[in-house]
């Protein structure tokens, strides 16, 4: 008995921990994302903390429910009109993640991300229909606390709704592919070169991606590249460093975003980065599902030629006449005239000749 309380102090003590952790990290990366508010000065175009929290429920299970709660208070009390309105925003943060859990495990999703399957559940159950709980929520609430006027609800339900659902299409990925991250051994040294010049042409193109000059497509081709080459585990950082870049330059007015108002720019970028997200995940998926089926091919193969070998080995050879073996049939032997009966008649006439036992 006084082992089972121990281990139910242990396991509240160490969700108590990792709801801490939880907690911070929401915290960190909301402040993070706020820099490069839109809205009211709490409305991103790209809300990590979703990410983060979508994530850790996958990982952690939905036990960790109150660090996502206690992370958004936090985030949320500085900016918000009233304790009331900070709750209710808090609710709305908290739920749109455990929904979106709650449809990913119910549609059988898993963690890898390595089947078509997985990436389309997390587009269309975990990222937007997830998140329209905190949108709708939030904007309600700024709404009704007097912050928003009626008809500046619908543009900031959008930028809120889409730049939640970005924060689990980009942010998420990344976290799941962190969590089984090991240290690869035997890699070649062109692979890791190939790594590197990724990395540098995703920066620079990032780079150019904040000036006047309307270069974002050039993310695209990095994209198709990492995924092809690295799968989700390049994919993902990629998109996620690509959507950041456009972010900056949203924000600045810079390049394909200059001379816009905010409604084209939130529609242009909102657009870019979905782009950006549905190609790494879906593209990185199918080359996934490509290299496991071939896999499983090659190992049916191997079996199959192990299981023919051994049963050539096993069969024994039959051996078989010489006759049959050249091919000729032997003919049966003469008769010996001496001893062969005679037939029909001939054995009538030899009994005739018997000598007669009258006289």
């Known amino acids: ?122 587009i269309f159950l975990g990222a937007f229909p997830g998140m329209l709980v905190s949108a709708t929520v939030g904007t309600g609430t700024l709404v009704l606390a007097g912050v928003l006027h009626t008809r500046a609800f619908w543009p900031t339900w959008s930028v809120w709704w889409t730049g939640d659902a970005m924060g689990v299409l980009v942010v998420t990925p990344v976290l799941l592919v962190l969590s089984r991250a090991r240290l690869p051994k035997g890699v070649p040294a062109a692979r890791w070169l190939e790594a590197g010049l990724l990395v540098a042409a995703t920066t620079g193109v990032g780079l150019l991606e904040t000036t006047n000059t309307p270069l974002v497509f050039l993310g695209f081709p990095l994209l198709i590249w990492a995924a092809f080459r690295f799968q989700l585990a390049g994919a993902a950082p990629c998109a996620l460093a690509v959507s950041t870049f456009a972010i900056m330059a949203a924000t600045g007015s810079k390049g394909p ?79 010996d005239p001496e001893r062969t009966p005679p037939s029909g008649d001939g054995q009538a006439r030899g009994s005739d000749e018997r000598p007669s036992p009258h006289p």
Request: a positive charge.
């Open 1 to 122: 008995m006084t082992g089972a309380r121990q281990e139910r102090y242990r396991r509240a003590a160490l969700t108590a921990l990792e709801s801490g952790v939880l907690a911070a990290l929401y915290y960190g990366s909301a402040e993070a994302g706020l820099l490069q508010q839109l809205v009211r000065g709490q409305v991103t175009p790209l809300w990590p903390p979703s990410g983060i929290a979508v994530a850790a429920l996958l990982l952690r299970g939905p036990r960790l429910w109150p660090g996502i709660a206690l992370g958004a208070f936090l985030a949320n009390i500085t900016l918000g009109p009233s304790t009331g309105a900070v709750l209710a925003i808090t609710a709305g943060n908290t739920l749109a993640p455990l929904c979106s859990y709650a449809l990913l495990r119910r549609a059988g999703f898993h963690n890898r991300l390595d089947r078509l399957r997985d990436a389309l559940a997390l």
């Open 257 to 335: 975003f200059a001379r816009h108002d905010l409604v084209t720019n939130m529609i242009t970028l909102q657009a870019f980065n979905a782009s950006a997200a549905l190609t790494a995940l879906l593209l990185s998926a199918v080359i996934s599902e490509r290299d496991q089926t071939q896999r499983e091919i090659a190992q049916a193969c191997g079996r199959l030629a192990d299981m023919v070998s051994r049963i050539a080995a096993s069969e024994q050879l039959t051996v078989l006449p010489d006759d049959e073996v050249t091919g000729r049939r032997t003919s049966p032997a003469p008769l």
